[in-house]
């Protein structure tokens, strides 16, 4: 049935135009901003395929990957702490830091299977070396670091076997940086605009992001008098984490305001709080004046609070990278504006 | 058997060849060699010509059919007449369709007919050579129709609307020189075929989903419900009997040709020079130069538009080629945590 008639005299009874505008809803999708977000930069004008991301995004759930990435930097550099600690005779320092060590990396394997597709055929991991794969480097670096760390707990809880608790403590120390950063390249090394544009600072805000959440556990767990070397930990990674971050941002362009926006912008800036407090109360619990319970308050809230922001930080970073996946404008706005440099140089 | 071959393609630092480009870029002119295979055919891949799509999806249906993949999603989108959306671990070829407000090069745009008296011109039927009867199929040559709008043509239409055109586009992995999948999938699942093609193999992928944000244009995902990760093989079991994949096969305009890579380029090349005498100038060929981002993709296009307007990207460049830079920046990272550490020790404890 249609409305309009053609007569002698033209048509009559027509429609008097359309109503859908042909093509009106290509391009650029129009977004209602939340409250309190503030446009850096006037929005770029790109074209896409009826808004649609480009890229697929990751797949990875959020609780188990951000989670390892949590767990592997909190363990890598409490290994650090378990070494120091027994080295300078803080037996209580170690005794937490590798218990920690072993916990967490135990969990973040836990996470890293739970998070397959197919959780059996994780040893698949295992049939190759494979450099162009952070993935499989990290398998194999977890699959020599995590026994060394519960060999080196074992051996400190049971009292036993010094010698080969030294060694698997040693063992761990040397591999536990690898661990808390080579997760940054895991991110980084992909086509996720946010995660892949901060693959220079990235491994160094993982690396302060793992010496604050290890310092925070020490601080939390282990006796007041042998945390000293744990507040002076977190107040160096809390500068690294924090400085790497604002530097990261800076280099990234556009694809740093994902991290500036809704929900990784208050993670970010409860990691950022947190981080910053918790590095502020370790001095304040450290300072000569504070002794006993009042001390021992004060290191275990900044030992949370140290925990909780490192935590926030992998959570605010790993939803930034989808946020920036999920929206076509990440990926074709920098490539856009490459392609008009390149084309402009050529030119001259 | 795979292993070796992944490992050898996996190999990073090789130094930079001008000619033969590095293992994680630039161009790579013999992939299958650089994989370890020794007298492989002569790669392969697909010459997608838009210029000709009528989307009729029977790549889409022949992919879904020859490769048995399950049903992905029945949601009308509204958007266009392309309810698939975008590739997908269930979705190998997606036709994109693209409606835009803008006249398709060489297309005589906003010709008027309001002026015609079309039952005057009825009356005419059979009556004058320039309007046969209806047992006439064609016009005599040379003799414009009575009543003709001749000389009436604007590029904007009365009501000063421009005119639309649709283009369509069979969308397919691209088969990357530099395969971002390829190089993180930690399991070897993803391997460099004896064609220069990629392909998963389902009995070793572990479902990590580590290729899905790898690939810059959003090809391969994880199988909701199976766990493994999924994308086109370039049919990589009719390949090896001598057949063209199902798609090339099932395309009614040719807009989909399969073939060696040299010889699509050469074919692709002059047809663009053909649309472009013809007054299509927006033609324009993505993908298949060696030099960019990606080393070519053995899957390219002849694109009536800029690619992000198909929902491609347009400039990919394949994560793995900073990989070098990122190891270097990952270690320099791990020192300074452990220099931190040693700095937190060095006072002697209170």
Redesign the interface.
């Known amino acids: 049935m249609t409305g309009s008639d053609?007569t002698?005299d033209?048509m009559e009874g027509a429609h008097p135009?359309r109503d859908a505008?042909?093509?009106?809803?290509?391009g650029r999708r129009r977004r209602r901003r939340g409250r309190g977000e503030q446009a850096m930069v006037p929005d770029a004008e790109?074209?896409?395929?009826?808004g649609?991301?480009?890229?697929?995004?990751?797949?990875?759930r959020p609780l188990d990957i951000a989670g390892y990435l949590y767990l592997g930097g909190l363990a890598?550099?409490s290994s650090?702490?378990a070494a120091?600690g027994q080295?300078?005779?803080?037996p209580g320092l170690a005794r937490v830091a590798k218990l920690g060590a072993a916990g967490a990396i135990s969990m973040s394997l836990a996470a890293l299977v739970h998070?397959?597709?197919?959780?059996a055929?994780?040893l698949?991991?295992l049939?190759?070396?494979?450099?162009?794969?952070?993935?499989?480097l990290?398998?194999w670096l977890l699959a020599s670091y995590a026994p060394l760390t519960v060999a080196a707990a074992a051996a400190d809880v049971a009292g036993r076997h010094r010698i080969v608790g030294a060694a698997a403590t040693a063992g761990a120390a040397a591999l536990?940086?690898?661990v808390?950063?080579?997760t940054?390249?895991l991110l980084?090394?992909?086509?996720?605009p946010s995660?892949?544009e901060g693959?220079?600072?990235m491994?160094?805000v993982?690396?302060?992001s793992?010496?604050t959440a290890a310092a925070g556990l020490a601080l939390a767990c282990a006796p007041f008098?042998?945390t000293?070397?744990?507040r002076?930990?977190a107040v160096?990674?809390a500068g690294?984490e924090l400085g790497a971050f604002q530097l990261m941002k800076r280099r990234m362009g556009l694809a740093a305001e994902p991290y500036e926006k809704g929900k990784p912008h208050w993670q970010l800036r409860s990691a950022e709080v947190l981080t910053a407090g918790g590095a502020v109360l370790a001095t304040y619990a450290g300072r000569p004046g504070h002794t006993g319970g009042r001390a021992r308050l004060l290191a275990a809230s900044a030992g949370a609070a140290l925990l909780a922001g490192s935590a926030a930080l992998r959570f605010g970073v790993f939803h930034a990278?989808v946020a920036s996946?999920e929206d076509?404008k990440y990926?074709?706005v920098p490539?856009?504006e490459?392609?008009t440099s390149r084309a402009r140089s050529d030119g001259d | 058997m795979t292993d070796d071959t992944d490992a050898s393609a996996a190999t990073p630092g090789r130094s930079e060849d001008p000619v033969r480009g590095s293992a994680l870029f630039g161009p790579q002119p013999d992939v299958a060699g650089e994989a370890g295979y020794t007298d492989a055919p002569a790669r392969v891949g697909f010459f997608t010509d838009t210029s000709v799509c009528i989307g009729c999806k029977a790549c889409e249906v022949a992919c879904k059919e020859w490769n048995a993949i399950p049903e992905d999603g029945l949601e009308l989108t509204g958007m266009s007449y392309d309810n698939t959306q975008g590739l997908g671990a269930s979705t190998w070829r997606h036709v994109a369709f693209i409606e835009q407000r803008k006249p398709l090069g060489g297309q005589e745009p906003g010709v008027g007919h309001e002026d015609i008296d079309v039952f005057a011109a009825a009356g005419n039927l059979g009556t004058s050579p320039s309007s046969p009867g209806p047992g006439a199929t064609a016009p005599e040559p040379g003799s414009a129709p009575a009543g003709a709008p001749a000389g009436e043509i604007s590029p904007v239409a009365p009501d000063g609307r421009t005119e639309l055109r649709w283009l369509m586009s069979s969308d397919v992995c691209k088969h990357c020189t530099h395969a971002g999948c390829l190089d993180v999938c930690p399991t070897g699942s993803l391997f460099r075929t004896e064609f220069g093609t990629v392909v998963v193999q389902e009995d070793i992928c572990n479902g990590c989903g580590y290729c899905v944000p790898a690939c810059p244009y959003g090809v391969i995902d994880q199988r909701r419900g199976d766990g493994r990760a999924w994308k086109c093989t370039l049919c990589y079991d009719r390949l090896g009997v001598g057949m063209e994949p199902a798609c090339a096969k099932a395309c009614p305009t040719d807009s989909i040709q399969f073939g060696p890579l040299d010889e699509l380029r050469e074919r692709a090349a002059a047809r663009v020079a053909q649309l472009h005498a013809a007054g299509v100038t927006d033609a324009r060929l993505y993908g298949e130069d060696p030099q960019d981002g990606v080393g070519g993709d053995g899957a390219f296009f002849l694109l009536l538009d800029e690619p992000e307007v198909y929902g491609l990207p347009p400039d990919p460049v394949v994560t793995t080629r900073d990989l070098p830079a990122m190891w270097r920046h990952a270690a320099a990272a791990a020192a300074s945590l452990a220099a931190m550490a040693v700095l937190s020790f060095v006072r002697r404890p209170r």
Do not use: C
């Open positions: 053609v002698r033209g135009g505008l042909t093509g009106a809803s290509t790109f074209s896409s395929y009826y649609k991301p480009i890229l697929n995004k990751p797949t990875w890598g550099a650090l702490l120091g080295v300078t005779g803080r998070d397959l597709g197919r959780p055929r994780f698949n991991m049939r190759i070396f494979k450099p162009t794969s952070p993935m499989n990290g398998s536990g940086p690898a808390a950063t080579y940054a390249v980084a090394d992909t086509a996720v995660w892949h693959h220079r600072e491994p160094f993982f690396a302060g793992g010496a008098r042998q000293g070397p744990a002076r930990l160096l990674g690294l990278g996946a076509p990926t074709v490539q856009r490459r392609l």
